[in-house]
Protein backbone atom coordinates (compact mmCIF):
# COMPACT_ATOMS: atom_id res chain seq x y z
CA UNK A 1 0.00 0.00 0.00
CA UNK A 2 2.57 2.49 0.95
CA UNK A 3 4.67 1.47 -2.48
CA UNK A 4 0.94 2.23 -4.35
CA UNK A 5 0.72 5.53 -1.86
CA UNK A 6 3.78 7.25 -2.86
CA UNK A 7 3.66 6.58 -6.74
CA UNK A 8 0.67 8.71 -6.32
CA UNK A 9 2.64 11.71 -5.13
CA UNK A 10 4.91 11.32 -7.44
CA UNK A 11 2.71 11.68 -10.32
CA UNK A 12 1.23 15.26 -11.66
CA UNK A 13 -1.48 16.10 -13.75
CA UNK A 14 -0.64 17.88 -16.57
CA UNK A 15 -3.35 20.53 -17.96
CA UNK A 16 -2.97 22.48 -21.37
CA UNK A 17 -5.44 24.84 -21.71
CA UNK A 18 -6.04 25.74 -25.45
CA UNK A 19 -8.14 28.56 -27.24
CA UNK A 20 -10.14 25.01 -28.97
CA UNK A 21 -9.54 22.72 -25.99
CA UNK A 22 -8.45 22.06 -22.59
CA UNK A 23 -6.12 18.81 -22.64
CA UNK A 24 -5.14 17.06 -19.61
CA UNK A 25 -3.23 14.05 -18.12
CA UNK A 26 -1.14 12.53 -15.75
CA UNK A 27 2.27 12.38 -16.04
CA UNK A 28 5.42 10.99 -13.78
CA UNK A 29 8.57 12.98 -12.18
CA UNK A 30 9.64 12.49 -15.51
CA UNK A 31 6.91 13.50 -18.26
CA UNK A 32 6.19 10.65 -19.35
CA UNK A 33 2.21 10.39 -19.74
CA UNK A 34 0.62 7.57 -17.99
CA UNK A 35 -2.46 7.49 -19.82
CA UNK A 36 -4.34 8.75 -22.66
CA UNK A 37 -4.88 11.95 -22.38
CA UNK A 38 -8.27 13.71 -22.14
CA UNK A 39 -9.83 16.52 -23.85
CA UNK A 40 -13.04 18.97 -23.47
CA UNK A 41 -13.61 21.92 -25.64
CA UNK A 42 -12.69 24.87 -24.38
CA UNK A 43 -16.22 27.31 -23.32
CA UNK A 44 -16.99 30.38 -24.36
CA UNK A 45 -17.70 32.86 -23.26
CA UNK A 46 -14.84 31.81 -20.96
CA UNK A 47 -14.40 34.12 -17.94
CA UNK A 48 -11.75 33.66 -15.28
CA UNK A 49 -14.38 32.05 -12.59
CA UNK A 50 -15.94 29.97 -15.27
CA UNK A 51 -12.53 27.98 -16.44
CA UNK A 52 -11.69 28.10 -12.36
CA UNK A 53 -14.34 25.76 -12.06
CA UNK A 54 -13.83 23.60 -15.10
CA UNK A 55 -9.76 23.40 -13.84
CA UNK A 56 -10.63 23.07 -10.46
CA UNK A 57 -13.57 20.14 -11.38
CA UNK A 58 -10.50 18.32 -13.26
CA UNK A 59 -8.00 18.77 -10.44
CA UNK A 60 -10.77 17.06 -7.93
CA UNK A 61 -11.08 14.10 -10.10
CA UNK A 62 -7.57 13.49 -10.00
CA UNK A 63 -5.46 12.17 -7.27
CA UNK A 64 -2.20 13.90 -8.26
CA UNK A 65 -1.63 16.96 -5.63
CA UNK A 66 0.57 18.49 -7.63
CA UNK A 67 -0.78 20.33 -11.06
CA UNK A 68 1.30 22.04 -13.99
CA UNK A 69 -0.98 24.33 -16.10
CA UNK A 70 -0.16 25.92 -19.79
CA UNK A 71 -1.85 29.08 -20.11
CA UNK A 72 -3.22 30.33 -23.98
CA UNK A 73 -1.67 34.19 -23.38
CA UNK A 74 0.57 36.40 -21.61
CA UNK A 75 1.45 35.15 -17.77
CA UNK A 76 3.99 36.31 -15.32
CA UNK A 77 4.03 35.39 -11.57
CA UNK A 78 1.11 33.53 -11.35
CA UNK A 79 -1.08 36.41 -13.08
CA UNK A 80 -2.78 36.65 -16.73
CA UNK A 81 -1.36 39.66 -18.21
CA UNK A 82 -3.27 39.25 -21.18
CA UNK A 83 -5.71 36.49 -22.00
CA UNK A 84 -4.94 35.80 -25.60
CA UNK A 85 -8.00 34.24 -27.47
CA UNK A 86 -10.11 33.81 -24.48
CA UNK A 87 -11.28 37.05 -24.63
CA UNK A 88 -13.39 36.46 -27.40
CA UNK A 89 -16.62 35.67 -25.52
CA UNK A 90 -18.20 34.08 -29.45
CA UNK A 91 -15.15 31.60 -30.13
CA UNK A 92 -11.47 32.19 -31.84
CA UNK A 93 -13.44 33.61 -34.38
CA UNK A 94 -15.07 36.35 -32.68
CA UNK A 95 -13.96 39.29 -31.61
CA UNK A 96 -12.19 40.58 -29.11
CA UNK A 97 -14.52 41.51 -25.84
CA UNK A 98 -13.16 44.57 -24.00
CA UNK A 99 -15.01 44.16 -21.02
CA UNK A 100 -14.03 40.21 -21.24
CA UNK A 101 -10.37 41.05 -21.55
CA UNK A 102 -10.17 43.48 -18.72
CA UNK A 103 -11.83 40.64 -15.98
CA UNK A 104 -8.75 38.40 -17.09
CA UNK A 105 -5.94 41.38 -16.50
CA UNK A 106 -3.99 40.92 -13.66
CA UNK A 107 -6.07 37.84 -12.45
CA UNK A 108 -4.30 35.67 -10.47
CA UNK A 109 -5.12 32.25 -11.28
CA UNK A 110 -2.32 30.60 -10.17
CA UNK A 111 -3.24 31.27 -6.42
CA UNK A 112 -6.81 30.97 -7.03
CA UNK A 113 -6.10 27.59 -7.96
CA UNK A 114 -4.25 26.72 -5.06
CA UNK A 115 -6.75 27.94 -2.85
CA UNK A 116 -9.72 26.66 -4.07
CA UNK A 117 -8.19 23.08 -4.81
CA UNK A 118 -5.97 22.69 -1.73
CA UNK A 119 -3.34 21.66 -4.06
CA UNK A 120 0.13 22.73 -5.42
CA UNK A 121 -0.89 24.49 -8.50
CA UNK A 122 2.02 26.00 -11.01
CA UNK A 123 0.82 28.40 -14.01
CA UNK A 124 3.11 29.46 -16.64
CA UNK A 125 2.33 30.15 -20.71
CA UNK A 126 1.60 27.53 -22.55
CA UNK A 127 4.25 28.05 -24.81
CA UNK A 128 6.72 28.15 -21.89
CA UNK A 129 4.86 24.88 -20.82
CA UNK A 130 5.76 23.47 -24.33
CA UNK A 131 9.55 24.11 -24.22
CA UNK A 132 9.77 22.77 -20.57
CA UNK A 133 8.72 19.49 -22.17
CA UNK A 134 10.93 19.55 -25.41
CA UNK A 135 14.08 21.50 -24.92
CA UNK A 136 17.64 19.92 -24.61
CA UNK A 137 18.68 22.69 -22.38
CA UNK A 138 21.71 23.46 -25.13
CA UNK A 139 22.32 26.63 -26.82
CA UNK A 140 19.96 29.25 -28.02
CA UNK A 141 16.13 27.11 -28.77
CA UNK A 142 13.12 28.62 -30.42
CA UNK A 143 9.88 27.16 -29.70
CA UNK A 144 6.63 27.63 -31.99
CA UNK A 145 3.36 26.35 -30.68
CA UNK A 146 0.86 26.13 -33.47
CA UNK A 147 -2.44 25.32 -32.81
CA UNK A 148 -5.27 27.43 -32.95
CA UNK A 149 -2.90 30.36 -32.58
CA UNK A 150 0.65 31.13 -32.86
CA UNK A 151 3.14 31.58 -29.69
CA UNK A 152 6.60 31.07 -29.24
CA UNK A 153 9.38 30.32 -26.05
CA UNK A 154 12.63 30.61 -26.30
CA UNK A 155 15.24 28.81 -23.90
CA UNK A 156 18.95 29.48 -23.39
CA UNK A 157 21.26 26.94 -22.06
CA UNK A 158 17.99 25.64 -20.22
CA UNK A 159 16.80 28.93 -18.48
CA UNK A 160 13.18 30.37 -19.91
CA UNK A 161 13.88 33.88 -21.21
CA UNK A 162 11.08 36.24 -21.13
CA UNK A 163 9.43 37.53 -24.60
CA UNK A 164 6.60 38.64 -25.64
CA UNK A 165 3.32 37.24 -26.73
CA UNK A 166 3.82 37.64 -30.25
CA UNK A 167 -0.07 36.45 -31.21
CA UNK A 168 -1.91 39.49 -31.42
CA UNK A 169 1.21 41.54 -33.29
CA UNK A 170 0.97 42.44 -36.81
CA UNK A 171 2.34 40.07 -39.13
CA UNK A 172 1.82 40.55 -42.73
CA UNK A 173 -1.09 41.89 -45.20
CA UNK A 174 -2.91 43.24 -42.38
CA UNK A 175 -2.84 40.10 -40.54
CA UNK A 176 -1.93 39.14 -37.07
CA UNK A 177 0.51 36.15 -36.06
CA UNK A 178 -2.57 34.05 -34.79
CA UNK A 179 -4.75 34.95 -37.75
CA UNK A 180 -2.21 34.10 -40.05
CA UNK A 181 -0.48 31.30 -38.88
CA UNK A 182 -3.31 29.92 -36.90
CA UNK A 183 -5.93 27.03 -37.87
CA UNK A 184 -8.20 29.31 -39.15
CA UNK A 185 -5.02 30.63 -41.59
CA UNK A 186 -4.24 26.93 -42.54
CA UNK A 187 -7.86 25.46 -42.81
CA UNK A 188 -7.79 28.69 -45.07
CA UNK A 189 -4.93 27.75 -47.60
CA UNK A 190 -2.93 24.87 -45.83
CA UNK A 191 0.18 25.64 -48.85
CA UNK A 192 0.37 29.44 -47.95
CA UNK A 193 0.27 28.93 -44.03
CA UNK A 194 3.13 26.80 -44.90
CA UNK A 195 5.29 29.81 -46.73
CA UNK A 196 3.89 32.27 -44.19
CA UNK A 197 5.45 29.55 -41.52
CA UNK A 198 8.43 29.77 -42.77
CA UNK A 199 8.75 33.43 -43.42
CA UNK A 200 7.81 34.01 -39.79
CA UNK A 201 10.21 31.18 -38.37
CA UNK A 202 12.43 32.88 -40.06
CA UNK A 203 12.41 36.18 -38.74
CA UNK A 204 12.03 34.83 -35.30
CA UNK A 205 15.56 33.02 -35.81
CA UNK A 206 17.35 35.91 -36.71
CA UNK A 207 15.64 38.08 -33.66
CA UNK A 208 16.78 36.07 -31.17
CA UNK A 209 20.09 34.06 -32.52
CA UNK A 210 18.25 30.71 -31.96
CA UNK A 211 20.39 27.74 -32.49
CA UNK A 212 17.45 25.16 -33.46
CA UNK A 213 14.05 25.12 -33.74
CA UNK A 214 11.18 23.25 -32.08
CA UNK A 215 7.87 22.88 -33.65
CA UNK A 216 5.24 21.91 -30.88
CA UNK A 217 0.70 21.96 -30.96
CA UNK A 218 -1.31 19.91 -32.87
CA UNK A 219 -0.40 21.66 -36.37
CA UNK A 220 3.24 20.72 -36.16
CA UNK A 221 2.43 16.93 -36.91
CA UNK A 222 1.09 18.49 -40.45
CA UNK A 223 4.77 19.23 -41.14
CA UNK A 224 8.27 17.83 -41.60
CA UNK A 225 11.88 19.36 -41.04
CA UNK A 226 12.48 19.08 -44.83
CA UNK A 227 9.85 21.56 -45.56
CA UNK A 228 11.54 24.66 -44.55
CA UNK A 229 14.61 24.41 -47.06
CA UNK A 230 15.63 28.76 -45.80
CA UNK A 231 15.67 27.66 -42.23
CA UNK A 232 19.37 28.64 -41.15
CA UNK A 233 19.24 26.23 -37.93
CA UNK A 234 17.61 22.59 -37.36
CA UNK A 235 14.21 21.93 -36.76
CA UNK A 236 12.45 19.17 -34.67
CA UNK A 237 8.84 18.35 -34.78
CA UNK A 238 8.05 17.48 -30.73
CA UNK A 239 3.93 17.37 -31.73
CA UNK A 240 1.34 18.52 -29.24
CA UNK A 241 2.64 16.22 -25.76
CA UNK A 242 5.37 18.50 -25.49
CA UNK A 243 3.14 21.14 -23.16
CA UNK A 244 2.21 18.25 -21.01
CA UNK A 245 5.36 16.78 -20.30
CA UNK A 246 6.60 20.03 -19.47
CA UNK A 247 4.44 20.25 -16.20
CA UNK A 248 6.49 17.66 -14.71
CA UNK A 249 9.87 20.59 -15.33
CA UNK A 250 7.41 22.48 -13.00
CA UNK A 251 7.85 20.66 -10.25
CA UNK A 252 11.82 20.04 -10.92
CA UNK A 253 13.09 22.42 -8.11
Known amino acids: MA ?8 EILAIDIGATSIKSC ?5 GNLLEVRRRRPTPYPCTPE ?3 TILSDRIARSASTRVGVGFP ?15 RSGGVTSAVDPALEHRW ?11 VTGHDVRVVNDATLAALGCCADQGREIVFTLGTGF ?27 DQALGEHGRGLDE ?6 LERAIIGFVAEFSADVV ?14 FTSVSCPITIVGNEAALRGAARLFQD
Request: some cysteine; charged content about 30%; hydrophobic content about 40%.
Open 3 to 10: ATHDLVLE
Open 214 to 227: HLAGGNARRLSPGM
Open 50 to 52: RLV
Open 26 to 30: RVDHD
Open 105 to 115: EGFELQKVLCT
Open 73 to 87: GEFTEGRVVRPGNLA
Open 151 to 177: GLALSVDGEIQKVRDVGAEEFTEGLTY
Open 191 to 196: ARWRVL
